[in-house]
């Protein structure tokens, strides 16, 4: 089974750019990276080189011994056993962070040998960034890999489906047959979250039990990167942490509380635990924005934040919420105060938006679940994980500062009333394109 990827449109504009760098593809392990960039080259280049430097530890040497890019190319022809030629033949370096001297390699690379096509993915940049390694400022392209977004997995499970929400350019209410239908795919994405290996899983093998275990294999695979890639002292205090982000999750106010993670644990002693698990892109950090106003970052608490997990799935599982809660009406959604819910959500409008989501609140008589920046407006946004969208809080807002645009995420049909927007919860891949034909 074959998953299309929306970040290939990215690699694309990226092969064809005339001020192309090498690229960095970042994201958090088994998101999909390796094969992307396989696949990429598979459907775009003559040739594919492949190097893993986590694997292949005698490719270090190479890096080590010379930066003369002619030479690296001689011996990486070599070992991949084909000639590597420009613009024909795609380089991969995979888990580059595993090795210094090819990470600053890329310098030369860009400077001396630009017409070569190389991508780079690394499942822990951020945290060997975070240790000092040298980095080829300025000399390089970026991209994100996330988990499968929902219309990913909606292209995989039903393409005609996928292909009707694509093709609806208006705020008119979708057809009771048809969101019946998304409706239930939209739980079976609840099911596996967007790792490919647990979508194949549940789509091509129809094995709920394999499913299952896949994601707790990847739950594994993070916790042994604890051990492997930190300092000991920290290993506890990541544990501590990333086991309690559920319970953090279940309570009425998300607001992080460290003392959940462990009683009498402090701020100044575990955040650089938590500041290694969102560096190695396992977790987001959403901070209490003090004021809604330009630019949101200027105006962050930062001792208040929400955390949540880079995939929903991921957190279903590490919650121990059974898959038979699909079969119990919107169960699934509303479960410990909807917090499966909102990861969805905030999933998708971080890979939609240049700047990360806050959220705000008014003492006690209101919270926003997500403010957002676009263009020069600020949105407020509210999850709703049922059909019961009785709140005060985007009309405490709304009095207060007059937004142009308010948006509610719930069970209800696509509607616009006034300012306010309702958007299915399995539309909220189409937030961007909503906010743009509303506003502009």
């Not at 998953?3 to 990226?14: E, G, M, N, P």
């Not at 240790?131 to 039903?158: C, I, N, Q």
């Not at 407006?377 to 308010?406: C, G, H, M, W």
């Amino acid at each position: 089974m074959e998953i299309q990827r929306d970040i290939l449109s990215a690699l694309i504009v990226w092969q064809a750019s005339k001020n192309r760098k090498p690229l960095i593809l970042q994201g958090a392990r088994q998101v999909g990276k390796t094969w992307t960039l396989k696949q990429f080259g598979k459907l775009y280049f003559e040739n594919v080189a492949y190097f893993n430097f986590d694997e292949q530890l005698e490719l270090k040497q190479y890096f080590e011994q010379t930066k003369d890019v002619k030479r690296l190319l001689t011996n990486l022809s070599l070992v991949s056993g084909k000639p590597i030629l420009a613009e024909k033949t795609l380089i991969i370096f995979d888990e580059i962070q595993e090795c210094n001297e090819a990470l600053n390699s890329l310098k030369y690379f860009n400077e001396n040998t630009p017409e070569y096509a190389i991508v780079c993915a690394g499942s822990l940049l951020g945290v060997a960034l975070n240790r000092g390694v040298s980095f080829p400022v300025g000399k390089v392209d970026f991209l994100t890999a996330y988990p499968l977004s929902f219309m990913e997995f909606l292209s995989a499970s039903d393409l005609k489906l996928a292909d009707y929400l694509r093709s609806k350019n208006d705020l008119d209410p979708i057809p009771d047959l048809f969101f019946n239908q998304l409706l239930d795919n939209f739980k079976m994405y609840f099911i596996t979250g967007g790792m490919p290996e647990a979508v194949v899983a549940l789509l091509e093998n129809k094995d709920m039990e394999q499913t299952q275990q896949t994601l707790s294999n990847i739950l594994k695979a993070y916790r042994l990167d604890f051990s492997k890639h930190t300092e000991n002292h920290l290993i506890p205090k990541l544990t501590y942490i990333w086991n309690s982000i559920p319970s953090q999750l279940a309570k009425e106010n998300k607001k992080f509380i460290y003392q959940l993670a462990k009683p009498g644990a402090r701020a100044r002693e575990y955040e650089d635990a938590l500041l290694w698990l969102h560096q190695a892109g396992l977790v987001y950090r959403i901070f209490l924005s003090k004021k809604p106003a330009l630019p949101l970052s200027a105006y962050d608490d930062l001792s208040a934040f929400k955390v949540y997990l880079s995939d929903v799935g991921l957190l279903r599982r590490l919650s121990a919420l059974d898959p038979i809660a699909i079969r119990e009406g919107n169960r699934l959604f509303v479960e410990f105060k909807g917090a499966l819910t909102e990861n969805y959500v905030l999933q998708s409008l971080i890979r939609q938006f240049e700047v990360t989501p806050r959220y705000w609140t008014s003492g006690n008589q209101a919270e926003i679940d997500f403010l957002i920046q676009f263009g020069n407006e600020i949105i407020p946004i509210e999850v709703k994980a049922d059909n019961n969208v009785n709140s005060k809080s985007l009309t405490v807002y709304e009095k207060e500062f007059q937004p142009k645009s308010r948006i509610r995420f719930s069970l209800k049909n696509l509607k616009q009333d006034g300012n306010l927007i309702n958007i299915p919860l399995f539309m909220a891949d189409f937030t961007k394109s909503i906010l743009t034909n509303s506003l502009y």
